[in-house]
């Protein structure tokens, strides 16, 4: 049972550069988020999904886009990479909207752009 | 705007009692989470509070009072393991998670 996996880990793009963040959780969870960490700030939310086939803007969405088309996999994309996205960025699902709300997070995915 | 407010930086003892505290304020609550972040590793989920009063899981206990927007997050018998961010976060009223920048607790032997 591995839970939630990112790939890649660890990724140095130049700016303008475009890529895909692949999330892959085998808990059979319907909702899964992206997330952004950088230093001194809260996670911010940047796409969510609900189910498969479905997604959502969330706090700071601009710049990257999203694809929900299988229920175990998120994927998050970089169009044209800028320094402003260099961070952590974490995937997180959880099993619904009614439970507790405890998350399970992946590793994180650490990116430069230079 | 939507706002938690949690110290930077604490430092404590081994073997001491540490109290995080967190304030929020957010349009409307759906509960209250405490996360556990190592350097470099990702969130794990510590507790859940909903309604007022004290939950206590082992070590850790999680304190709400909704009336005041207050949590706070009690460490006991601190070890050198628990050397981590402590992340508060508020479900708001579209169950939307807003995040504190969390606290780093330093332990000291």
């Known amino acids: 049972n591995a839970g939630v996996t990112q790939t890649p880990k660890f990724r140095v793009l130049k700016t303008g550069q475009s890529m895909t963040l692949l999330c892959a959780q085998d808990m059979n969870h319907e909702y899964m988020y992206w997330y952004r960490q950088d230093p001194g700030m809260g996670l911010r939310l940047i796409h969510y999904?609900?189910?498969?086939?479905?997604?959502a803007k969330g706090e700071v969405p601009d710049g990257y886009n999203v694809s929900r088309l299988k229920k175990q996999n998120f994927l998050l994309g970089l169009e044209s990479a800028a320094p402003s996205q260099t961070s952590v960025y974490f995937c997180?699902?959880?099993?619904?909207?009614?439970?507790?709300?405890?998350?399970?997070f992946g590793e994180g995915s650490r990116l430069t752009v230079l | 705007g939507q706002n938690i407010d949690q110290p930077t930086e604490m430092t404590a003892t081994e073997g001491a009692i540490v109290q995080i505290n967190c304030t929020y304020q957010?349009?409307?609550?759906?509960?209250l989470f405490w996360y556990q972040q190592h350097a470099g590793e990702a969130p794990t989920f510590l507790s859940y509070?909903?309604l007022d009063g004290l939950e206590e899981k082992g070590r850790f206990s999680s304190f709400l009072s909704r009336s005041k927007g207050y949590s706070y997050l009690l460490l006991k018998e601190l070890q050198m393991k628990d050397s981590a961010s402590y992340l508060c976060?508020?479900?708001?009223?579209?169950?939307?998670?807003?995040w504190g920048a969390g606290t780093k607790l330093i332990i000291k032997p």
């Open positions: 999904s609900v189910g498969e086939g479905t997604t």
């Open positions: 997180a699902s959880k099993f619904g909207r009614a439970d507790t709300g405890e998350l399970f």
């Open positions: 957010t349009s409307g609550f759906n509960g």
């Open positions: 976060a508020v479900k708001d009223s579209n169950y939307q998670l807003i």
């Open positions: 509070n909903v």
